[in-house]
């Protein structure tokens, strides 16, 4: 029998959020942010692609349309990468043996990146190519 002063380690903790403030919601958001690209590499790569189509599209002195359009691409794709990183998170967290559940939803959400990635980069090159054409 267990005493007051003694703990079963066997019950789970519960988490309880106390009610946040606005500040402390974007502090929350933006060491978020930090710790994803402290996480994951790949963002290092989505970012030199984004400075890269910022850096075109001020040399093609492209539209308000076409900086919208892009600039909607890289938000996406860093977006749905941001989701990516914190399933491989919480997939962690849940187990680090192998699980053939969790591996798939890894798969998928790695997939569904590729998806935003190609869909990005497709019209990224139509937005390009046809400015692009313009000069000549």
Known sequence: ???????????????????????????DAFQGLR???????????HFLFAFLVIFTG????????RWSLLIL?????????????????????VTEEYNESIAKSLNIASGAILVLSLGAATIGFIIFIEAFLRLF
């Open 1 to 27: 029998m267990q005493t007051g002063d003694e703990s079963n380690s066997d019950l789970p903790v519960k988490f309880v959020r106390t009610p946040r403030t606005w500040k402390r919601k974007f502090q």
């Open 35 to 45: 710790q994803a690209i402290q996480q994951q590499s790949s963002y290092q790569v």
């Open 58 to 65: 001020f040399l093609l002195n492209l539209d308000s349309v």
């Open 73 to 93: 691409c890289i938000v996406v794709v860093l977006g749905g990468e941001m989701l990516n990183t914190s399933i491989e998170t919480l997939a962690r967290a």
